[in-house]
Nanobody, 126 residues
Framework: QVQLVESGGGLVQPGGSLRLSCATPGFNSAYYAIGWFRQAPGKEREGVSCISSSKTTYYAESVKGRFTISSDNAKNTVYLQMNSLKPEDTAVYYC????????????????????WGQGTQVTVSS
C-alpha cells in the first residue's frame, strides 16, 4: 500500500507564497503521473498541476505563471511552489499518483489516479 504524505499548507496573505510537498515512498512505476488537486467548500475537486514520468508538466489555466510543480526523484518527493496566491486559491490541496502516462487530455481525470494523500489546507486571506 502506497501512502502519500503531504505537508506545507497554511495561512498566507494575498500575494504570498507557499510550497507544498508530497512524499511518495514505495511508489514505483515505469509510467506515472503525480498530480495536485484542490477542493474548495461547495466546489468539485479540480486538477491544479501534474508532472509526468517524462517530466512534462501541466497546469490549470487559473494557476499558470504562478504555480510550479517539480520533483526530486532521490527524495521521492514532488513539490508545488505557489506564488502570488489569491483568495480564490483557498482550498484543501491533495496529492495523487497514478500508473499512467499523463498527457494534456488525461492528467485531470481523477479516476486515473491510484493513490491520494490526506489533503492539506491552504487559506489565502488578509
Amino acid at each position: 500500500q502506497v501512502q502519500l504524505v503531504e505537508s506545507g499548507g497554511g495561512l498566507v496573505q494575498p500575494g504570498g507564497s507557499l510550497r507544498l510537498s508530497c512524499a511518495t515512498p514505495g511508489f514505483n512505476s515505469a509510467y506515472y503521473a503525480i498530480g495536485w488537486f484542490r477542493q474548495a467548500p461547495g466546489k468539485e475537486r479540480e486538477g491544479v498541476s501534474c508532472i509526468s514520468s517524462s517530466k512534462t508538466t501541466y497546469y490549470a489555466e487559473s494557476v499558470k505563471g504562478r504555480f510550479t510543480i517539480s520533483s526530486d526523484n532521490a527524495k521521492n518527493t514532488v513539490y508545488l511552489q505557489m506564488n502570488s496566491l489569491k483568495p480564490e486559491d483557498t482550498a484543501v490541496y491533495y496529492c495523487a499518483v497514478g500508473r499512467f502516462y499523463a498527457i494534456a487530455t488525461t492528467w485531470r481525470r481523477n479516476v486515473l489516479y491510484n493513490y491520494w494523500g490526506q489533503g492539506t489546507q491552504v487559506t489565502v486571506s488578509s
